[in-house]
Antibody
Framework: EVHLVESGGGLVQPGGSLRLSCAAS????????MSWVRQAPGKGLEWVAN????????YYVDSVKGRFTISRDNPKNSLSLQMNSLRADDTAVYYC???????????????????????WGQGTTVTVSS | EIVMTQSPATLSVSPGERATLSCRAS??????LAWYQHKPGQAPRLLIY???TRATGIPARFSGSGSATEFTLTISSLQSEDFAVYYC???????????FGGGTKVEIK
């Protein structure tokens, strides 16, 4: 069975750091883009970061650029999110998700595809407060 | 930046009735739109991608329609397990950008 399990959340002071992990099982981890998505209290879902199958491409929402780093360890089937310089508005439940998507070709033969985030973890809670 | 706006914020529906949820994009996203269901304390669930294609295992009572800037998610006959928050997500700029709407809460009337 396909599973994603997040860990590493907790209470941290503003300006502090935290590292989230996501353990994947039941599928070929290195075949998929992976994402982090968060939900602040009383708010909707917000995409945070993506990473390509081999880790060669990483993308972030503007609000976390320069502070958060997404990474993956394919032999260990693990996804991580290093969060530095945390702010109160980073308080949220953080979900990791599997992305059915990607691209192939280049130039005039470039093709991209996306079929959604089809597997999600249960989330880990990050609270930034003094 | 493409902004996704969902309406209404809350929809009160009786079990067995039809629910119609709207999602509007600030500019055309073609058919690059997905819908998700999210219940409190649970993982979000993919329902629809490419505006109208149901994901694996999704019941036929869920249907999506629309293109460009106007999209609709219809639940034909609400079951008790369908009361949740629903989000649209555009992926016209994928990779990498993925933008969610603010969500519509479907509650029991």
């Amino acid at each position: 069975e396909v599973h994603l399990v997040e860990s590493g959340g907790g209470l941290v002071q503003p300006g502090g750091s935290l590292r989230l992990s996501c353990a994947a099982s039941g599928f070929t981890f290195n075949s998929y883009w992976m994402s982090w998505v968060r939900q602040a209290p009383g708010k909707g879902l917000e995409w945070v970061a993506n990473i390509k199958q081999d880790g060669s491409e990483k993308y972030y929402v503007d609000s976390v650029k320069g502070r958060f780093t997404i990474s993956r360890d394919n032999p260990k089937n693990s996804l991580s999110l290093q969060m530095n310089s945390l702010r109160a508005d980073d308080t949220a439940v953080y979900y990791c998700s599997r992305v059915i998507g990607g691209y192939y070709g280049s130039g005039s033969d470039y093709n991209r595809y996306y079929y959604g985030m089809d597997v999600w973890g249960q989330g880990t809670t990050v609270t930034v407060s003094s | 930046e493409i902004v996704m706006t969902q309406s209404p914020a809350t929809l009160s529906v009786s079990p067995g009735e039809r629910a119609t949820l709207s999602c509007r994009a600030s500019q055309s996203v073609r058919s690059d739109l997905a819908w998700y269901q999210h219940k409190p304390g649970q993982a979000p669930r993919l329902l629809i991608y490419d505006a109208s294609t149901r994901a694996t295992g999704i019941p036929a009572r869920f249907s999506g329609s629309g293109s460009a800037t106007e999209f609709t998610l219809t639940i034909s006959s609400l079951q008790s397990e369908d009361f949740a928050v629903y989000y649209c997500q555009q992926y016209n700029n994928w990779p990498p950008a993925l933008t969610f709407g603010g969500g519509t809460k479907v509650e029991i009337k």
